[in-house]
Nanobody, 114 residues
Framework: QVHLVESGGGMVQSGGSLTLSCDAS????????MAWYRQFIGKERELVAT??????VYVNSVKGRFTIYKNNGKNTMYLRMNDLKPEDTAVYYC?????????WGPGTQVTVSS
């Protein structure tokens, strides 16, 4: 069973930056296309960025501001978030891009104040 744990969230002002980490209990990042997701209050979880092999894809709202990448020496994936906006406020999760998903981790809260 794969365990995912997200960390690195926090409270920042608009225009600030954060780097989120996704730690996995096993080396899944070389084997599976992975992604970052986020969930706004009262909304469904949505896709933010994907990482498959060396290819990345971003939703339009974060293009040019967010970067997804992984550390091949560690079981860790990251999401670098620059120029954060209040509308980025959400709980962020990592998981497989495709189904079946792994068990969802606890997520990490990102709060951006204006």
């Amino acid at each position: 069973q794969v365990h995912l744990v997200e960390s690195g969230g926090g409270m920042v002002q608009s225009g600030g930056s954060l780097t989120l980490s996704c730690d996995a209990s096993t080396d899944i990042f070389r084997l599976y296309p992975m992604a970052w997701y986020r969930q706004f209050i009262g909304k469904e979880r949505e896709l933010v960025a994907t990482l498959s092999g060396g290819s990345t894809v971003y939703v339009n709202s974060v293009k040019g501001r967010f970067t997804i990448y992984k550390n091949n020496g560690k079981n860790t994936m990251y999401l670098r978030m620059n120029d954060l906006k209040p509308e980025d406020t959400a709980v962020y999760y990592c998981n497989a891009l495709e189904d079946p998903k792994f068990y969802w981790g606890p997520g990490t809260q990102v709060t951006v104040s204006s």
